[in-house]
């Protein structure tokens, strides 16, 4: 298939508004597609790369060549020549790697170049997400959505899945399997901001397990091999050897566990959460970091014990084969209860402990992995959002020189794309200053000398408000009062991100 092909739907899709006109185009492009093109059709029509980062900035896509008269690049053309560019390391690697971005666009018209641009910079907003794409897929290959989705949370790429679903239909999505090694997505929790409504939202009894505010991690075993995953299905193994010791300690040798790792102090209290991602994060000289800083281990869900999948049990079964796989000191303390005292009693000493929240959870509810539903709900003791960074200003004063004033978005599942909904510099300290400033130009999509730098939309940061109040001022008709930075995650993608129209349910 050439690359104009997908361009030209890809751009049909931003012009359709309508869910099922955009999965109409989908479904009819994937249909014509080629086995061995599949996957890299489905990810530029997700707006991705099979690669994900190839090592481009916005520098690096300036002085491109003119553009061709007549398509005639390949998607197996233009991905191979994306994996070279990605490959590129080592003295000299600058500008080998810029011969090789021009050989690229050399080869597209200019409709390809616009794309490709987009692409490159995490800037292709079609409405395709995830949602749409599973209904595309299905409709091309006949196979029912749920399968669809039940092989994603399996798998964890949808580029793959739909190339399977394409080539073998139902027979072979159902051919994917809870693979240990093989990192799955994590089920995810929607919030409330009170105990009764987590409780009621649950249904009762339920279970209070406390929220940790630290890294999530996904710990997989396959006789003396273990292999650790966050949230985001990045392989941390090698930075964190305690949750390797503890995976080999336990009695099963076939498992995968699902749970968190926290820095705490002497006193049991927790360390920031900037302390344990900096712990999680460096791969350089973990034997001295483990000293200094060491990790403790909490699980809180089975996925698979003893060669048994366990996704489809309810919430209570698959505890009460954690509860005899793994020791009391390695689980998440948490309460069972229909009790709304008892519970908000439970919530305070969390609280009181240092920690988030609480996790309410339905004991029927089965492992939804990479959905967020009713099966688990977070509650926390003030209003919260997770936002990406769209944009930030040069500060003045005593933050001169500094990437300061970040333009905060929610995201839009309608579209795909962000809603701004304010700005703030509050919260930063000298030490986020300074590493944002750089963070930042990594990700600027356009020249850095002006007062405000676009980014690629990908830093996922923690606010604190007080209140979303009705503002003319911003595209979504709302705003934050008083945000306030709390912290980086860099443990969550982009679309992990809340919502539009979850803050709008917070408006006063």
């Known amino acids: 298939m050439l690359l104009i092909d997908v361009v030209r739907v890809s751009e049909a899709v931003t012009r359709t508004s309508a869910r099922l006109g955009k999965i109409g185009h989908l479904a009819e492009s994937l249909g014509r597609v080629g086995a061995d093109e599949a996957e890299i059709a489905i990810s530029y029509l997700s707006g991705e790369l099979p690669q994900r980062q190839v090592g481009v900035g916005w520098r690096g896509l300036q002085d491109l060549p003119s553009p061709k008269l007549a398509a005639t690049a390949t998607l197996t053309d233009v991905d191979a020549l994306l994996s070279k560019i990605k490959a590129v390391s080592g003295q000299g690697s600058q500008a080998a790697r810029k011969t090789l971005v021009t050989q690229l666009f050399a080869g597209l018209t200019s409709q390809e170049q616009a794309f490709m641009l ?70 995810l929790a929607g919030s409330v901001p009170q105990v009764a409504a987590a409780l009621e939202k649950a249904g009762t009894p339920a279970a209070l397990e406390w929220k940790l505010d630290g890294i999530r991690v996904q710990a997989h075993r396959s006789g003396t091999e273990v292999k650790v995953f966050t949230r985001t299905l990045d392989d941390i193994t090698a930075q964190i050897p305690e949750l390797v010791e503890a995976m080999l300690a336990l009695p099963v040798d076939d498992l995968v566990l699902d749970g968190e790792v926290i820095a705490l102090r002497p006193d049991g209290r927790p360390h920031p959460f900037q302390v344990t991602a900096a712990r999680t994060r460096s791969r350089i000289d973990v034997a001295r970091l ?36 793994v020791p009391p000191g390695l689980l998440t303390p948490r309460l069972v209860t229909s009790d709304v005292t008892a519970a908000t009693e439970f919530f305070t000493d969390v609280i009181k402990a240092g920690h988030e929240g609480l996790v309410v959870k339905s004991l029927t509810s089965p492992y939804a992995a990479g959905r967020r539903g009713a099966g688990w709900i977070k509650v926390k003791p003030r209003h919260t959002l997770d936002l990406v960074v769209l944009a930030a200003e040069w500060g003045h004063g005593r933050r001169e020189g500094k990437l300061s004033n970040l333009h905060l978005g929610a995201r839009d599942p309608d579209t795909g794309g962000f809603v701004m909904l304010g700005k703030t510099f509050k919260g930063l300290t000298d030490e986020l200053l300074a590493w944002q400033t750089e963070r930042f130009l990594e990700l600027a999509t356009g020249p850095a000398d002006e007062w405000t730098v676009p ?54």
Not at 134 to 151: F, H, Q, T, W, Y
Not at 309 to 323: C, H, K, N
């Open 118 to 187: 987009k692409l490159l910079g995490g800037e292709l907003r079609q409405g395709a997400l995830d949602g749409v794409m599973i209904e595309a897929i299905a409709k091309a290959s006949g196979a029912p959505s749920a399968d669809v989705r039940r092989a994603l949370t399996l798998r964890g790429w949808l580029p793959a899945v739909g190339a399977a679903a394409l080539a073998g239909g139902v027979e072979r999505l159902r051919a994917f399997k809870l693979e240990v090694g093989r990192a799955v997505s994590p089920m």
């Open 290 to 325: 483990r000293e200094q800083t060491p990790l403790h281990v909490f699980f809180f869900d089975a996925l698979r014990v003893g060669g048994a999948d366990l996704l489809d049990l309810p919430y209570a079964e698959r505890q009460a084969i954690l509860a005899t796989t």
């Open 455 to 508: 980014l690629r939309p990908e830093l996922v940061v923690e606010i604190a408000f007080d209140g979303v109040q009705r503002s003319p001022r911003y595209p979504g008709g709302m705003a934050l009062r008083f945000a306030r930075v709390l912290r980086y995650r860099p443990d969550k993608r982009a679309e992990d991100a809340d919502t539009v129209e979850t803050v709008r349910s917070l408006m006063l």
